[in-house]
């Protein structure tokens, strides 16, 4: 049997795995140039001020100082990734809305004269009332947290089809529950950076920034600079993590960039973790209440949701947060009548933002939480009610997505195997118990605006194949994914293959790290321009190898005739013969890929299809509570997951890997704890999000589906996975002491509590 | 984080460590830094002077003599618990020294300096912007105590893991000034006062920590709470060691107050008792009586309370399985 791919599907090291391990990879810190100046922030210690009066003069005598810039010097232009919820200055203008919103910079020849220099800044603030949670919020009469913003409700929305009431009357069951989910920091290893040079004569800026979007960076600075696009150049250096954190513009930003122009000298800003913590961004809290009617066999026949979420002082992206919080209920089951009404509310608090799953986690908690309590109360297995609700691939979807490859059912019955469900749940011992969740995930954005990636391909005459994409490697892997991608096309080896990434003055058009879109957007972008590449290479070769360009094929260094593979030429000879016609070299494919779509448009009031294509997941997990201590230790954690074609394996696993621990943080450990707005444990070390020690054996069952839509039959993988452990781990906790939690994070405490009113009750 | 300036020594001897100590009353003493260099960059410590002690390579051993096992001050807390006597004939202090921090802490951290460590809270630990959103707290420089709301006074806890386990082993420690060295129990140099937690006069060096070998003879353990396997203070701490031929014992606990604490009215109804599930029961009401508990931490007053009563159960509990 011919083989099927040669790189693609292959569980090959990271292209840069080698310069991180021995410490050659550059990160933005890493960064000098002659004369660099550094950077830091004075930021608010009120939760809500007005700015009165700021005073820098001793600031700027102090040797050393080059320059000091406040909120009233720099233009009035707001920033943000979501246009129409823009609300943000990089310096406060007479307001300051929690405690770390930027008041003042200050640039310095060494770090440590900056941060006295910052201490030297005097400001004379009028104190204002502050809200610190959303009930307190959204009263009448409350602090204004931004003029204009009535209820400081900064974003509604409203989405149904269907009847809900009428299948309410006719289900078996009704049940409404409350759910909450706490704030959590992605806490990504390499803290918040950018360094910033300006070339006078050319009047250009450039800026290396750990972030995840370098285009979207590059408008909001033109924006807020007020400098075209065209003298903005953003080059995203080796970036350690970003989980959505790194998807805002920041202070730092902007600041290294003004004073670069302002000074003529680089720029330096590096965050501490204390700002990473408080200062960046956060998972939103979100309150949810969830009525489900369901039917006497488990089907859902209507669902009504009603959250809220706390924003925070600024919106960042509160419209597609909350969009894809409500879109994302729609799957992976089956919901033929459904209401969802949500609010983003403001609070004087660190601010919400992307964070892998955005929006989706706090959603799927609460119902996959709330599936597990129905199914007691209908006395189902929780199993097979997830099975029965499944979607299928290929049936008309109340909301109007497009399934093409669904392995959800699949992936229910095999997380089941995995964890011995039959064997296991309900007849552990007291402290023991099993749980499972279920998830679907987009693989990026088809509808809400334009997005669409670029790539082009350059061959040149040694064989050597150069990619030039926008897409940014935040640490996933997303240049090996490319790169696989392409030597598949070419036929050639990874080794062959080097990625030249994210450089918005060089690469071509690409929307960044976000929404789980880059294997597919930027990955068929990579593919379509390879394939231009080989066509024009096919063309030549031809006719010396006596066939039809359209029956070759190229495969591990050799160009062949399909089903003849003893008529063929290698690649570096057919490169010769390409530069022998004096073809142009190097040769090169361009290609751009979006999603199909029409007009833009929000979803919100019709249906259509959010995405190109959607990845399924089930994630089961074997708990064990110590009823003396309270502590959960998870022992097992099976993922049976349907992302299409892996392109490479090893780096799904990976992604798999990390989400349990994400997801362990979020049910059990993680708590961005605040205390009138001031954030509590701002450090690795009282933050306390699980390590190596405390992260389960790990399973993963991989569900191949071949998506039409994904290059190579691929879908996402990044993302998903995040939803689903944390409702398996709580689900496992109520099998294990038949306690149900449907706040997180279940810290010891809870428990404990929770088992000591049991004991009184005498249950 | 970046440290402010200091000026550095590096005394070659023991005298010459304390001469400088008390001619800079405002310098501080390095050891393994792995507590001091984290205080000094959240500016919660700001010495003029650090006094670095390594170059005094005499305090690093953990030999016997004369009954005792006398350990220098400087000995790395992983040469500690690795010792083979330490590790067979005292484990409440093997496992209190491999349960600090990580690995990295007890490779550079050292038995003195973990036991000088400073009291923890979480209004104190915090960077200085941090802190410069309320008034200055009174170990910080200021009036108010945030735990508390009260003025001038300090609710910070002790946290180290190794000084219950050598309360428990009945240690003493030398230290040393200018004029001489002189050993006094380990229980003497902790202050209980939040602001000021050590009793050590200027110019005093702890450099050695004495174990007296009958504390090998019985049972001794120390059971750490944390949040973590890999990294942690304690929540709550206990160290317990017992005697079957004397049928005395002594309990003492970590992160429950501003000292570590020896529950000495718990071992006076333990004394003479034989340990059984009955005896032990009511040990959780004894424990809470003579510990101060505060919200200087994350954790609830109620948990803590409720981990205190479970940690010596349970190390009791052991004892009599030791037996």
């Avoid at chain 1, 920041?250 to 960039?257: M, N, Q, T, V």
């Avoid at chain 2, 067979?88 to 003195?112: D, R």
């Amino acid at each position: 049997m011919e083989k099927q791919f040669s790189v693609v599907g292959k569980r090959l090291p990271m292209v840069d795995a080698a310069a991180k391990v021995n410490g050659s990879a550059q990160f933005t810190d890493d960064l000098t140039f002659p004369g660099m100046l550094h950077g830091k922030l004075l930021r608010s210690p009120h939760p809500h001020a007005k700015i009165l009066n700021i005073d820098v003069s001793k600031a700027l005598r102090l040797p050393g100082v080059k320059g000091v810039v406040t909120g009233a010097e720099i233009p009035d232009r707001q920033y943000g990734i979501v246009p129409k919820a823009r609300d943000e200055y990089a310096l406060a203008k007479g307001k300051v809305r929690y405690i770390g919103d930027e008041v003042a910079a200050v640039c310095a020849i060494d770090p440590e004269i900056a941060e006295e220099a910052v201490d030297l800044i005097e400001v004379d603030y009028e104190v204002l009332p502050a809200v610190f949670n959303v009930q307190d919020s959204i009263k009448e009469g409350a602090p204004v947290i931004h003029e204009g913003v009535a209820n400081n409700t900064s974003f509604a929305i409203r989405k149904e089809f269907g009847d809900v009431e009428k299948a309410f009357a006719e289900s078996a069951l009704v049940s409404e529950d409350s759910f909450y989910s706490q704030p959590v920091n992605h806490a990504p290893m390499e803290p918040h950076a950018a360094v910033a040079q300006y070339d006078p004569v050319r009047g250009q800026v450039v800026l290396w920034s750990s972030t995840q979007i370098p285009f979207f960076l590059r408008r909001n600075l033109s924006a807020t600079l007020m400098i075209p696009e065209s003298k903005v150049r953003v080059i995203k250096p080796k970036v350690g993590g970003g989980f959505g954190q790194k998807i805002d513009m920041f202070a730092k930003d902007f600041c290294a960039a003004w004073f670069a122009m302002k000074l003529g000298r680089p720029v330096k800003f590096v965050y501490e973790r204390d700002e990473v913590f408080i200062v960046t961004r956060q998972r939103h809290p979100m309150h949810l209440t969830v009525k489900t009617g369901m039917a006497k066999d488990g089907r859902i026949l209507a669902q009504q949701f009603l959250s809220y979420a706390d924003g925070g002082a600024y919106n960042s992206t509160a419209p597609t947060m909350m969009a894809l919080s409500c879109f994302f209920l729609m799957v992976p089951y089956h919901v033929p009548n459904l209401l969802y009404e949500g609010y983003h509310v403001y609070t004087n608090k660190p601010v919400g933002g992307a964070m892998r799953g955005h929006g989706i986690p706090q959603a799927r908690f609460a119902v996959e939480r709330q599936l597990d309590l129905m199914a007691d109360r209908l006395n189902l297995d929780p199993a097979d009610v997830r099975t029965k609700n499944s979607i299928k691939a290929g049936e008309p979807h109340p909301g109007g997505f497009v399934i093409n490859t669904c392995g959800f059912a699949e992936s229910v019955q095999l997380a089941a195997e995995a964890i011995g469900w039959k064997e296991k749940r309900g007849k552990l011992p007291f402290g023991r118990g099993v749980g499972m969740g279920g998830a679907s995930f987009p693989s990026g954005v088809t509808n809400m605006s334009h997005i669409s990636s670029g790539a082009v391909v350059q061959v040149g005459q040694d064989g050597g194949v150069n990619v030039l994409t926008g897409a940014a490697d935040i640490g996933q892997g997303a240049e090996t994914v490319i790169a696989q991608i392409v030597a598949e096309v070419l036929g050639v080896s990874l080794d062959d293959v080097r990625v030249t990434a994210a450089d918005t003055g060089t690469t071509p058009l690409d929307p960044g790290t976000f929404g789980s879109g880059v294997t597919v957007r930027a990955g068929n972008a990579a593919r379509i321009a390879a394939e231009s590449v080989r066509k024009k290479l096919f063309e030549c070769v031809a006719d010396e190898l006596e066939a039809n360009p359209d029956d070759l094929v190229a495969r591990d260094g050799v160009i062949f005739v399909t089903g003849s593979p003893e008529i063929n030429i290698t690649f570096p000879k057919a490169l010769k013969a390409y530069q022998y016609k004096d073809l142009p070299m190097p040769l090169v494919g361009r290609a751009s890929w979006m999603a199909d779509t029409n007009e833009p448009t929000t979803l919100f009031t019709q249906p259509g299809n959010f995405s190109p294509n959607y990845s399924f997941m089930t994630q089961a997990a074997e708990v064990e509570v110590d009823t003396q201590t309270g502590k959960v230790k998870v022992l097992k954690m099976v993922t049976a997951h349907d992302c299409g074609r892996p392109i490479n394996p090893m780096l799904v696993e990976g992604q798999l890997e990390g989400s349990i621990a994400g997801g362990m943080g979020q049910a059990l450990y993680e708590d961005v704890i605040t205390e009138k707005g001031q954030v509590m444990n701002p450090s690795f070390l009282d933050y306390g999000f699980p390590t190596t020690m405390e992260v389960p054996e790990m399973e993963s069952i991989d569900i191949e589906t071949d998506d039409p839509v994904g290059p190579f039959g691929a879908k996402e993988a990044g993302e998903g996975t995040q939803l689903s452990p944390a409702p398996a781990i709580v689900n496992a906790i109520y099998d294990a002491i038949g306690v149900n939690f449907n706040e997180l994070p279940v810290t010891p405490e809870k428990i404990l509590k929770a088992l000591e009113e049991k004991k009184k009750q005498g249950v | 984080m970046r440290l402010p300036k200091f000026d550095y020594r590096q005394p070659e001897s023991i005298q010459e460590a304390c001469a400088i100590l008390l001619d800079q009353p405002d310098a501080k003493v390095l050891a393994g830094g792995t507590d001091l260099l984290v205080n000094m960059k959240h500016r919660v410590e700001t010495p003029s002077m650090i006094v670095s002690l390594k170059g005094l390579r005499d305090l690093d051993y953990v030999r016997k003599a004369n009954g005792m096992v006398r350990i220098g001050a400087l000995t790395r807390l992983k040469k500690v618990y690795n010792d083979p006597f330490v590790a067979k004939k005292l484990p409440a202090l093997a496992a209190a020294a491999s349960s600090v921090g990580s690995y990295h802490h007890q490779t550079m951290g050292t038995l003195g300096g973990n036991l000088c460590q400073q009291t923890r809270c979480k209004y104190f630990n915090q960077s200085k912007w941090w802190r410069s959103a309320r008034p200055l707290c009174f170990k910080a420089g200021g009036d108010p105590c945030h735990v508390a709301k009260k003025d001038q006074v300090c609710y910070s806890t002790y946290c180290g893991d190794v000084a219950p386990a050598l309360l428990v082993l009945n240690a003493e420690v030398v230290l040393s000034g200018r004029e001489g060295s002189k050993q006094v129990p380990l229980e003497s140099i902790f202050s209980g006062v939040g602001k000021t937690p050590l009793n050590l006069e200027p110019g005093q060096i702890l450099t050695e920590i004495v174990i007296p070998e009958q504390s090998a003879d019985g049972f001794s353990t120390y059971k750490k709470i944390a949040n973590r396997g890999s990294i942690d203070f304690p929540i709550v701490g206990a160290a317990v060691w017992t005697s079957a031929s004397t049928g005395e014992s002594r309990i003492a606990l970590t992160a429950v107050d501003r000292k570590p604490v020896r529950t000495r009215q718990l071992e006076d109804f333990l004394k003479g008792l034989e340990l059984n599930e009955e005896t032990i029961q009511g040990v959780d009401g004894l424990v809470a009586k003579e510990t101060q508990l505060m919200m200087s931490s994350i954790d609830s007053i109620s948990y803590k309370r409720k981990l205190m009563g479970q940690l010596v159960k349970s190390a009791l509990s052991e004892a009599m399985g030791g037996r």
